[in-house]
């Protein structure tokens, strides 16, 4: 079964700093771009940045732009999520996926659209509260 595995998460102070992994368990990440998005509590989710197969294009929400490094070790099979500077806002359960979208699966194009990404984790929450 495909699957993605998030960890990472946990309580921080604003300010604070989070790292989160994504592994993949059944499959191997390197041919399919991936996104991490997160969700509030009565908010839809939303998409936070995206990393093309290769690594070499990323993408961002403007909230976390300057903040927040998507990066991928496709040796170990893992996407990680650089978090920075947290806010209040970023309060969330955080979730990756893989790219699914027939013949993009290895970029970013179209990240915001949530139905073009598939095998999504279990989440992770973060809270950043002092």
């Known amino acids: 079964q495909l699957q993605l595995v998030e960890s990472g998460g946990g309580l921080v102070q604003p300010g604070g700093s989070l790292r989160l992994s994504c592994a993949a368990s059944?499959?191997?990440?390197?041919?399919?771009?991936i996104g991490w998005f997160r969700q509030a509590p009565g908010k839809e989710r939303e998409g936070v940045s995206c990393?093309?197969?290769?690594?070499?294009?990323?993408k961002y929400a403007d909230s976390v732009k300057g903040r927040f490094t998507i990066s991928r070790d496709n040796a170990k099979n893992t996407v990680y999520l650089q978090m920075n500077n947290l806010k209040p806002e970023d309060t969330a359960v955080y979730y990756c996926?893989?790219?699914?979208?027939?013949?993009?699966?290895?970029?970013?194009?179209?990240?915001?659209?949530?139905?073009?990404?598939?095998?999504w984790g279990q989440g992770t929450q973060v809270t950043v509260s002092s």
């Open positions: 990393i093309s197969s290769s690594g070499g294009s990323t």
């Open positions: 059944g499959f191997t990440l390197e041919n399919n771009a």
């Open positions: 996926a893989a790219k699914t979208t027939a013949l993009l699966t290895q970029v970013c194009t179209g990240w915001g659209n949530l139905p073009s990404f598939g095998s």
